[in-house]
C-alpha cells in the first residue's frame, strides 16, 4: 500500500510555506501565484495553511478563502497524485464516457462522492469538455491524453498506473 504523502506532520511544517511566501515577497497582491504554489505543494490548499499563509501576508482569511473558493483550478479536498479527468461532454457522452466513469469508480473504489482514493493515489474527475472531441471518449491522467478509451483500456491504464508506485 502507498503511503499517503499529506501527513499530519508535513501539514503541521510550515517551513515549506515559508519557502513559498518568501519566493513571492510575501506580498499580498501575489496571492493567486502563491496559492498555486502551496496547492503544487500539498496538491490542495490546506485550511490551515490558507489560515497561515493570510496572517503571514497580513490579509483576512476571508480574503483567501474567497479567492480559493473563486477560482475552479483551485481545490479545498486533498487529491491523488494522479489526477483522472474524463470527459463527459455530448461527443465523449455518446461515445461511452460513462461506461469508463463506472470502470474507474468500480476499480479504484470510489463513487458519486468520494472522489480520491485513500491512499490519495487517485482522483477522478468529472469535466464537461477536454477540447477533444475527435478522440472521443477522452481521458486525461495529469497532462497525458487519452483518446478513443475503451473499458477495457481504462482498466489497463489504471493497472499501469498503480504498476508505477510498486
Known sequence: MVTPSLTAEK?????KVCEILDKFDRQPSK???ILQAVQKEYRYLPEEIM???????????ARV?????FYSHFSLEPKGKYVI????GTACHVKGSSGLIDV????????????TT???????????????????PAVVINDKVY???????????????KAKED
Not at 85 to 88: E, G
Open 11 to 15: 501539514l503541521n511544517n510550515f517551513s
Open 31 to 33: 496571492i493567486i501565484p
Open 51 to 61: 489560515t497561515f499563509v493570510a496572517t503571514s501576508l497580513g490579509i483576512s482569511p
Open 65 to 69: 478563502f474567497g479567492i480559493a473558493t
Open 85 to 88: 479527468k474524463v470527459c463527459d
Open 104 to 115: 474507474i469508480q468500480r476499480e479504484l473504489k470510489l463513487s458519486e462522492k468520494v472522489h
Open 118 to 136: 485513500q491512499d490519495l493515489l487517485f482522483t477522478l474527475e468529472t469535466v464537461s469538455c477536454l477540447g477533444a472531441c475527435g478522440l472521443a
Open 147 to 161: 483518446g478513443q478509451v475503451t473499458k477495457s483500456q481504462m482498466k489497463e491504464l489504471i493497472d499501469e498506473y
